[in-house]
């Protein structure tokens, strides 16, 4: 008698989601190795194993594909984010680990470099900057509510911790273009270091 142990068949919303998974990967994965302008509907279902036909059943143009893909990438890098932030409000992660996870985050994974393809992309079009500004708005409204939830000012500082630590994503942003065309980690390691001086300087966590 066999020991092997029928598995039960998938639901057909449980396929759809897996499906949409495959194909928000491929995606992503596709944008961080040959580029916006590179990336296509028929190289997206290629690369998820999926057929055209299924591909176009779930996003019928490959801008519906872009946009969710990117959504569930932002959703992604919030809720590592706010997952971070709780460690470093409970005392597990000291700032300095903090900082250097997000960075390390931005630098080796894929939601910054795929990011910036989608940007430069909408900077010329038109529909594709209007379908994503409401999901950078969201994705910048969950970073806001993640820097009030975990950090407040020094004393004597009377700056917005939102603001400071959107600095701080910025500069992060700034660093990781530069590491295209100079990877020097120890520069970058140092620019880090003075990042989390003067932050230090400006915030403090908020130890629960």
């Given at each position: ?19 949409r ?26 690369r998820?194993g ?49 900082l ?31 379908r ?26 009377d ?11 910025n500069?992060?942003?700034g ?18 270091k ?15």
């Amino acid at each position: 008698m066999s020991n092997l142990v029928k598995q039960p068949r998938r639901t057909q919303t449980e396929r759809s989601d897996r499906t949409r998974r495959l194909l928000h990967e491929a995606t992503i994965a596709l944008l961080m190795e040959v580029g916006y302008s590179n990336t296509t509907s028929l190289g997206i279902a290629k690369r998820a194993g999926v057929s055209r036909g299924a591909q176009t059943h779930h996003y019928p143009e490959k801008i519906d594909l872009i946009v969710a893909a990117t959504e569930d990438m932002f959703d992604a890098f919030a809720e590592g984010l706010s997952k971070q932030a709780t460690e470093l409000r409970s005392g597990t992660l000291s700032l300095d680990d903090f900082l250097a996870r997000v960075w390390m985050r931005m630098l080796e994974g894929d939601w910054f470099y795929a990011s910036l393809e989608i940007i430069v992309a909408a900077r010329g079009d038109e529909e594709l900057r209007r379908r994503l500004q409401p999901a950078i708005f969201s994705l910048h409204s969950r970073f806001e509510s993640i820097w009030r939830e975990t950090f407040a000012p020094t004393p004597g500082s009377d700056l917005d911790p939102a603001v400071v630590m959107n600095i701080v994503m910025n500069m992060c942003r700034g660093m990781a273009v530069q590491a295209v065309l100079r990877p020097d980690r120890d520069f970058l390691h140092d620019m880090l270091k003075v990042m989390a001086v003067l932050l230090r300087e400006r915030v403090k966590p908020i130890v629960e």
